[in-house]
């Protein structure tokens, strides 16, 4: 199937279940459609087990793999979510915290990543198979980010204090991209293109990072400055837009962080671009038209999550490592906020409930699991893959839907 007719099947299945769930489940919407599109993919699973599904299942996985779920997100959804998350977030705020942020976006994740990938290494022996450290370490790489499209799209229904949301939205939006140089340079040890060794690693962090944030500001610059010269509400959002898709695409094509990029011109348009370059009339009608995008992709994404349980491998050892892995990426987590909270100490203080409360609104999400897909073909990567999944399935699903009653029971608003 071409571009046009997957868009078209995902997007009716979506807004399927996105009203079956407003109207029989109730839940919120990014989550319910998630779990819905498991049901559904677990439907086909078991057809196909039973003897009923005559071939459905087939179909349907010969139809997923023509959906490139990394490519698809990594390659272009997350440019417009991204952009969409960082208008929405006040500069100054960010720039308050910007140590116990960036020590969490930064420090966190090569933390994180040690940890879980020598206690994993340690660990999948007892329980029938091994894989190599690169790969447990790889694993470590992509399950240590917070994914940002599924924390905004709960942040938004929890009810968070101001002062920790910013640093839950600020870490999520940008420990993303230090998690993508960590896997690149470890997955360059496999003998794929991308630069290994600490020369290879410095630069392809200066690249990737420096180069992203580097290219945001230009960008968002430029588009400022032409917001700033013009007063029409419909070319100043084609703007925007031309902006999300044309500099996500140079940013792949000069090797920088597309994320990272969008997330900087996201916070300059939002901030600066609304403040001196905008009329009324335009801020309410970009406003309008980001959170309509940013809430159709959302819905898009997480029924692709679901539907993609279909390719996960049904081991076992593999569930029972995910299964395991649970609580070691949340104890891991809390370990590393704990330790990054110690070091911006005089700086920052977030409460004497702030490591619990970071730790369980750290969801993990659709990056996680496009990262897992970006692994050589292979039993490892069948794995990690069915690992990870366990590991996303709980954080969306059981952190999602209780992170709301953790912030208030351990923050109660003032």
Known sequence: MTLLPITAVLVSLAALLAFINYRFVGLPTSIGVMLLSLVFSALLVAADFFGLGMGIRDHTEGWLLGVDFNKALMDGMLSFLLFAGALQVNLGDLWKHRFSIGVLASVGVVLSTAIIGVVTYLLFPLLGFELPLLYCLLFGALISPTDPIAVLAILKQAGVTPELETNITGESLFNDGVAVV?????????????????GGIALLFLQEVVGGAVLGLVL?????WMLKEIDDHQVEILLTLALVLGGYQLALALHASGPIAMVVAGLLIGNHGRMFAMSKTTREHLDIFWEIVDEILNTVLFVMIGLEMIHITVDGRYLTAGLLAIPLVLVTRFGCVSTALQLVRPWHRLGEHASLLLTWAGLRGGISVALALALP??????????ITYCVVLFSIVVQGLTVGKVIGRLSPPS
């Open 182 to 198: 960590v896997f690149l340079a470890l997955l360059g040890l496999l003998g794929a293109e991308y630069a290994s060794g600490p």
């Open 377 to 386: 073909q292979g039993e490892a990567r069948n794995a990690i893959l069915t």
């Open 220 to 224: 968002g610059g430029a588009t400022f």
